[in-house]
């Protein structure tokens, strides 16, 4: 829950599992390594995140480090969750919400999802999920996503989602072998109320051009 009063530290410990629409959010487990691998170990997957083609045993090195991590109680600090579908209990994805800086009550949310299910608006849905947890509960102020503009996907997640586009840096990393171009997205917590029940029917959504576009059966 959001406490900012003066004698109480902000931090974020939510009630597991989290439920949106479709998806049930919660923390990885060792029992999670197989769908892990499903689409970590993939190349395509890691093409324009920070992280190269996992095995089992980084995994599983991951499972008992930082994935362990249930609760954001300091700065620096990040939580990565598992996306489960709610129909079936199956591990699809996975995303992580950071807390940069206390100070500045900074953000950052990334995501991560098993190709097999993409295309079902999953990956917005769980990203949503963790902007409420970083605005309502962890109580942040700002809220960044940053993407390789080549990475189409991601980058329509995050236009889906709301955020808005801030940047464009030019070749600003060499990344994998290649000069990266990065787009800069972000939501200031003024601007999530007009984004917090985009999806609450489970039916539709809109888009950047404010089309609305909707939603096809749940496979
Ligand atoms: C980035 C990534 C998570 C996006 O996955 P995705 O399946 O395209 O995204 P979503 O789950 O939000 O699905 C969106 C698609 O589902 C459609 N959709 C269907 N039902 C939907 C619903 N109820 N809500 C939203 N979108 C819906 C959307 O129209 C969209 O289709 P489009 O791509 O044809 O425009 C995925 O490509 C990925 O894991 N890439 C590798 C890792 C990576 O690069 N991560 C980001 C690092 S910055």
């Given at each position: 829950m959001l406490d900012v009063s003066p004698n109480q530290q902000p931090e974020l410990r939510p009630a597991y599992p989290i439920r949106t629409e479709r998806l049930l959010l919660r923390p990885l487990t060792v029992g999670d390594v197989d769908a892990l691998l499903a689409y970590r170990s993939r190349p395509d997957v890691c093409r324009y995140v920070p992280f190269d083609p996992m095995d089992r045993q980084l995994i599983s090195e991951r499972l008992a480090g930082h994935w362990a991590t249930v609760a954001l109680t300091d700065e620096g600090q990040?939580?990565?969750?598992?996306?489960?579908?709610?129909?079936?209990?199956?591990?699809?994805?996975?995303?992580?919400?950071?807390?940069?800086?206390?100070?500045?009550?900074g953000g950052e949310i990334g995501y991560v999802l098993n190709p097999d299910v993409a295309g079902h608006g999953y990956a917005t849905e769980a990203?949503?999920?963790l902007l409420r947890l970083g605005f309502d509960e962890l109580g942040l102020h700002r809220i960044v996503a940053r993407i390789d503009e080549r990475n189409d996907a991601s980058v329509k997640v995050a236009r889906r989602l709301g955020m808005r586009q801030e940047a464009r840096l030019v070749q600003n990393e060499l990344f994998k072998g290649e000069w990266s171009t990065e787009l800069d997205f972000a939501m200031l917590a003024e601007e999530w109320p007009a984004h917090r029940d985009r999806f609450a029917d489970g039916r539709q959504h809109r888009d950047t051009d404010d089309s609305i576009i909707e939603a096809p059966a749940v496979p």
């Open positions: 990040g939580l990565t969750l598992g996306i489960e579908l709610a129909r079936t209990g199956e591990l699809v994805g996975d995303v992580v919400l950071f807390w940069h800086s206390r100070e500045h009550r990203a949503h999920a």
